[in-house]
T-cell receptor, first 113, second 111 residues
């Protein structure tokens, strides 16, 4: 069964901490994405990557960065966590040309206190 | 850019009844329309999709219809069951671009 695995289901971090959210896919997909999901706002794209070492800003990149050193792994970094970054974070991937829908991970619920 | 609207935001139906969720999109170049189901505590899962060269697609109790002229597509669930209770998202995509998602519909199937 193909998978997108997010390393943590729940995280609690303190304001100002540097936070790493990890995502690994086993489908050899070129394209990977990070979304945050908030009630009433739906899915908002933070960053995406079409290839190793490549990254592009999505709709809400402020306060975040990403790293894609290997094809299967896409990391989201909160440089200095703030309470307004408390959210559900979803990683997704899809194959070349993005012909098909995404495969999503189970999500990481991050709480910043 | 593309914009996707989704209605209703919440929907309650009796078990066994049908449920319909409608999405409209703005970019006539969009050519692929997936639907996702998100159960509590889980990530969204693709349940059905349709491409712009097809008007309807069915998979057991779920179906999707597409009206390109009106730029809307709908998810139909028949004979609803309690396990259909979830949040449903539609999405639209122009070839070569990223998906744009609707805001979601929370479906509750009442026993």
């Amino acid at each position: 069964d193909v998978k997108v695995t997010q390393s943590s289901r729940y995280l609690v971090k303190r304001t100002g901490e540097k936070v790493f959210l990890e995502c690994v896919q086993d489908m050899d997909h070129e394209n990977m994405f990070w979304y945050r999901q908030d009630p009433g706002l739906g899915l908002r794209l933070i960053y995406f990557s079409y290839d190793v070492k490549m990254k592009e800003k999505g709709d809400i990149p402020e306060g975040y960065s990403v790293s894609r050193e290997k094809k299967e792994r896409f990391s989201l970094i909160l440089e200095s966590a703030s309470t307004n970054q408390t959210s559900m974070y979803l990683c997704a991937s899809t194959g070349q040309d993005r012909v098909y829908g995404y495969t999503f991970g189970s999500g990481t619920r991050l709480t910043v206190v | 850019g593309e914009n996707v609207e989704q209605h209703p935001s919440t929907l309650s139906v009796q078990e066994g009844d049908s449920a319909v969720i409608k999405c409209t999109y703005s970019d006539s170049a969009s050519n692929y329309f997936p639907w996702y189901k998100q159960e509590l505590g889980k990530g969204p899962q693709l349940i059905i999709d349709i491409r712009s060269n097809v008007g309807e697609k069915k998979d057991q109790r779920i179906a999707v219809t597409l009206n390109k002229t009106a730029k809307h597509f709908s998810l139909h669930i028949t004979e609803t069951q309690p396990e259909d209770s979830a949040v449903y998202f539609c999405a639209a995509r122009v070839y070569g671009q990223n998906f744009v998602f609707g805001p979601g519909t929370r479906l509750s199937v009442l026993p």
